[in-house]
């Protein structure tokens, strides 16, 4: 499960990188491939690992990125 961690948390690092450079190309890639993160979850902690996910889905929708929106406008 650290291993799915590790490349979502890659991916998603490089995804927000391409969005404040505007590189849709890199923007597409990165958004489909932090997927594979999920891939690498044993059966036996996939709620566990759902669990989590919504948790830090609901983090960033609610707070980060409110955070992030905010520091752009303000340039």
């Given at each position: ?12 690092v490089?995804?927000?990188a391409?969005?404040?450079a505007g590189?849709?190309?890199i ?16 059966e ?10 919504w ?6 929708l ?9 520091a752009?406008?303000?340039?």
């Amino acid at each position: 499960m650290l291993t799915g961690f590790a490349i979502r948390v890659v991916f998603e690092v490089a995804f927000l990188a391409a969005l404040a450079a505007g590189d849709f190309t890199i923007m597409l890639v990165t958004f489909g491939v932090r997927a594979l993160g999920a891939m690498d979850t044993p059966e036996r902690v996939m709620g566990e690992a759902v669990g989590w996910h919504w948790f830090f889905f609901m983090l960033g929708l609610g707070v980060i990125s409110s955070y992030y929106a905010g520091a752009g406008s303000c340039a």
